[in-house]
Every structure is written in structure tokens, then in C-alpha cells.
């Protein structure tokens, strides 16, 4: 008989990526970006239930910086779960040519930065 996991037993577990999988600044938020097929997350931080649907919380507080983080969808198709830490690479969405500074100003941008230079320092290790 295959074990049941709940939610809470993911926190502190790490997802691989089965296909390419959306992140969001927030659920059902703006997607910032994508966590690519065969790829790692960073360690789940927590999960939060919105409209009954799950979201993985990953955290990507930069020491000095106001802490955030970034979420992703959970469905059936898209994760494998790790005990281990796997390559973590969050590709950031392409950037329209147009309208550099929209109404969210550049805080928007400055997410694609953080998740960035997370997957260096975590990549450095």
C-alpha cells in the first residue's frame, strides 16, 4: 500500500521538478518565474491552502533585506520528492521589451534579482 503524505510532511523536503513549474510572488499572484523539468527547489519552507489549492512556500531572504519569498503551485504532475537537495535553478521569466516600469515600479524587477542571485549562492556551494 503506497504511503500518504500530507502537506506538512514536505516542509523541509525538497521537489524535482517533473516538468517545467510556474513561480508566483505570491498564490495566484504575477508568475516571476520557472523552475525548469529535472531541476531542484530550495527546501520547502511551509505551504498555505488558498481556494483549495496548495502552494509550496520557498523562502529567498537576502541577509539585510526585508524577508520574502516565492511560491509554486502543487499538482500530481509537476513534483518528485527529495530528502537531498538537487540543482537548484529558477529561470526567470522573459521581460516584455516595453513598458520597463510598469505601475509596480521596480520593486517587481528586484524579485527577478533575489531569485537570481539565490540560485548563485546556492549554486556556489
Known amino acids: 500500500m503506497p504511503q500518504t503524505l500530507t502537506a506538512a510532511d514536505v516542509v523541509g523536503r525538497y ?40 502552494f509550496w512556500i520557498f523562502d529567498y531572504t537576502i541577509p539585510g533585506q526585508t524577508p520574502s519569498a516565492y511560491y509554486a503551485l502543487q499538482s500530481a504532475d509537476a513534483f518528485s520528492l527529495s530528502a537531498v537537495p538537487g540543482n537548484v535553478v529558477i529561470a526567470p521569466n522573459v521581460l516584455p521589451s516595453v513598458d520597463v516600469f510598469p505601475s509596480g515600479g521596480i520593486k517587481k524587477y528586484a524579485i527577478f534579482g533575489a531569485l537570481g542571485l539565490l540560485a548563485l549562492l546556492i549554486l556556489k556551494k
Open 15 to 54: 521537489l524535482i521538478a517533473k516538468k517545467d513549474v510556474p513561480v508566483y510572488d505570491a498564490p495566484f499572484g504575477t508568475r516571476i518565474g520557472t523552475i525548469k523539468k529535472g531541476n531542484s527547489t530550495p527546501e520547502v519552507y511551509s505551504y498555505l491552502v488558498r481556494q483549495g489549492q496548495v
